[in-house]
């Protein structure tokens, strides 16, 4: 598996802002499913935002929409995710995930939420984000 480079984690007070950055190769960038995870202790992980590299399209969990946008360089190979109006609740390890090359883009996008185990072939080492009050 060819790995995935995340990097942009910190501390912030709650209100504040963060970008995570996820560089990956350009065989796994291109035209793919890419997208951001978290995971709090104690809890399951969950999907956060999704972009499709081959047109933009982009996906987000209903607790991060308004405050969250995921976005990619092409030129770099990279998607990022920037983080507005940080809430402690979004406390947790962030993990950078591609999808797996042998599910279509578009079907991984769709499912990032339900199947990530099954969707996503690629995961990065994980960032932490820690807001507080």
């Known amino acids: 598996q060819v790995p995935l480079v995340e990097s942009g984690g910190g501390s912030v007070q709650a209100g504040g802002s963060l970008r995570l950055s996820c560089a990956a190769s350009e065989y796994t960038y291109r035209r793919n499913c890419m997208g951001w995870f978290r995971q709090a202790p104690g809890k399951e992980r969950e999907g956060v935002a999704v972009?499709?590299?081959?047109?933009?399209?982009?996906v987000y969990a209903d607790s991060v929409k308004g405050r969250f946008t995921i976005a990619q360089d092409s030129a770099k190979n990279t998607v990022y995710l920037q983080m507005n109006s940080l809430k402690p609740e979004d406390t947790a390890m962030y993990y950078c995930a591609a999808g797996s090359p042998t599910v279509l883009p578009k079907l991984v996008c769709s499912g990032f939420s339900r199947r990530a185990d099954v969707l996503f072939g690629s995961w990065g080492q994980g960032t932490q984000v820690t807001v507080s009050s």
């Open positions: 972009i499709y590299t081959g047109g933009g399209d982009t």
